[in-house]
């Protein structure tokens, strides 16, 4: 059979200078038409823009740092509970020294409510290529 793909961008049009509610109101309501347009997801693509921040030449907008982190836990959020597809997230846009900070916060964060890192690193003699596996 052959393979049928379905692509869905979503855009969030807002305003310069939109701020935290807004734009985080904004972002959900995207959310949830996707959910209601498109009820099975294989696989989100997130494309997690910085330059939304307050002080961004480029972006334009009045988003502060705590709602960048905000944005990026709504967002995994609906991709893990209500649309239950893995998520792939690309960091892109930011043209501030700000950036760098709001990301490292935003993946900590994430790190930590998803426990991202449970069960990796872990050599046990069940791992394939772990310590006991080499040691036979």
Not at 44 to 63: E, I, M, Q, S
Not at 113 to 134: M, Q, R, V
């Amino acid at each position: 059979m052959p393979c049928v793909c379905v692509c869905v961008c979503v855009c969030v049009c807002v305003c310069r200078g939109t701020a935290d509610d807004a734009y985080l109101s904004a972002v959900q309501s995207a959310l949830n038409k996707v959910t209601t347009d498109h009820p099975h997801i294989d696989l989100v693509f997130y494309n997690a823009g910085t330059d939304v921040l307050v002080g961004d030449p480029l972006g334009r907008l009045g988003v502060s740092e705590a709602g960048v982190v905000q944005r990026d836990e709504l967002v995994w959020r609906w991709a893990m509970g209500t649309a239950r597809a893995p998520i792939v997230m690309c960091l892109s846009g930011g043209y501030t020294q700000a950036s760098a900070k709001v990301i490292a916060e935003s993946l900590t964060n994430l790190t930590a409510k998803f426990k991202l890192t449970e069960g990796h690193g872990s050599n046990t003699s069940n791992d394939a290529g772990g310590s006991d596996a080499a040691a036979t």
